[in-house]
Structure formats: C-alpha cells, structure tokens
C-alpha cells in the first residue's frame, strides 16, 4: 500500500515520526509520504526509525493562497532540501503563523474566552509548525469544546469570524521552487469543500501551466462526484491520479492508509523527480 500524504508531531499529527513509521509497517504500508505542514523537520527521525519493507517518500503540505483569496495545500514530494528558496519559503510561512496565531488569539479573547498564546504552545511539540489545530486542543483542555473537530466546527473554520490568514505563497510560486528543486508537486484535496472555497478552474488551468504533476483524488474530503470530475481532468491534462490518508494520529478521524495510491500511478509520479530520493533502510 501507498501512502502518500501524512502528518506528525512536526505539524498536527499526534504521532512522532518513529511512531508514523512503526504503524506504517504494522498497517502494511509498503511507501509512505511524510508530509508536514510547511516543514521538512520529521525527515530525519522517519530515516533513522526505517526498517526493510518501508520506502520512505520526503515530503511536505505547503500552504498556498490563490489570487483570488482561496487557500489551498501543495505536496511537494522528492524534492532537495538544500533548495535554498524552498526553505526560506517554508521558513517564512511558519514564521508568520506566530504572528497570525496571536491575532486569532486575541479575537477569541475579545468574545470573552479566556485563552493564551502560553497555552497554544504548550500543545505543540518542539520544532513543530504552529497551527489552528494546536489552538483546538488548547480550546479543548481549557474545556470550551470538547474536541480537535468541535473547535473546527464551531470556532476555527476558514470563514470564521476569529479566521486570520498567514503568508503564503501561490500555489502557482509553490510547485515552481518544487520543480525547481527537482521534486513532483501534487495539488491535495482540491475540492474540499466543507473548508471553505475551493479552486476555481481558473487557478486549476494556471497551477497545471505552473508544472503540476498530479491531483489528489481518494481522499475523505471528496464525495464519488468530485472525485469523477478530478479523474477527468487529470486524464484530460495527464496529470497522476493519487489517493491518500492525510492521516494526523488522533489529531483527526483520517485512518492511516485509509486511501492510497495504485503503484503505476506512484512509478509515473516518481519518475518525474530528477532524481531518485526515496529513502530505503
Ligand atoms: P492552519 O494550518 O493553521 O490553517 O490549520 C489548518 C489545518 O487544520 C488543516 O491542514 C488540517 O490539518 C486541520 N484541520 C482542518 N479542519 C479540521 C477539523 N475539522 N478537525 C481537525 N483538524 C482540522
Ligand atoms: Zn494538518
Ligand atoms: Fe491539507
Ligand atoms: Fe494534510
């Protein structure tokens, strides 16, 4: 099995890459994508807990806005993290959603709910990227809601009247630097809709004339109809047709290998980096 898009304790998974790695083995997992929101930090701890079976595929969800508002996750697979303007990109989106957290933060505290930024950061892990998720669980132990999806449902969704956006590049800007730095960019989820608004098919047309390799299509947050409107237009584009977990540990109900992806797809997918980087035991 494939999987191509997952989360730990770098980001919003609650499990550490060691442990990603260890029930990736015990699920049957044969390659696994590590991708952490807008870091590359878990690389080197999946490396060293690898054992023979497990493929290790490095990666990364960059958060992206559109032109016209709308945010939207790139994976970026199999690229060099030497790139140094990949890296300071990534650097510059964690560093601003500090600031970005202490906004929200202070909305929330204007309708009366006592929370601080103390208490967010005491959710996250060392090294980890700040996110709406840690602020969730902080909501959660304080005991305002009671759980990582209420807080979403009810306090932290994108059209929130608490929501403040982070920097982000364009999608357009993200899979150039990708490709750039020889990796494959795959646009994740694109028609989540319950998150807010989805691509328009403007951005689809400018982000597939920017190098878009493939289209996250088995994913949760797609119903059968999305999922056959994607198929299309990847066909159409020849774009590689990808399924996966986007699992987070007990931080979402996401089941690791929940969806994944078929092993032609995965070898025309890799071929496109210029390089091999999946990492083996
Ligand atoms: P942020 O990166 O701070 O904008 O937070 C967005 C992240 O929150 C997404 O990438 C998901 O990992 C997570 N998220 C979004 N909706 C939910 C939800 N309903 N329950 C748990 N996590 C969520
Ligand atoms: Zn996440
Ligand atoms: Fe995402
Ligand atoms: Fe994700």
Known sequence: MIDLHTHTTFSDGTDTPTELVNKALASGISVLAITDHDSISGWNE???????????VPGA???????DGVSVHVLGLLFDPN???LMNTLEKTRDNRIGRMEKIITRINEAGIDISMSDVLEQLSEGATLGRPHLADALVKKGVVASRDEAFSKMLHNNSKYYVSHYSPSPELAIELIKQAGGVAVIAHPMASHRGRVISDETFGSIINAGLDGIEIDHRDHNPDEKKALINLAKSFDLVMTGASDYHGNGKLNILGEYTTNPEQWEKLESKANKRRVITA
């Open 46 to 56: 999946a490396t060293a807990a690898l054992r023979p079976g497990l493929s290790l």
């Open 61 to 67: 969800e960059i958060s992206c806005q559109t032109a």
């Open 83 to 85: 790139h140094q303007e």
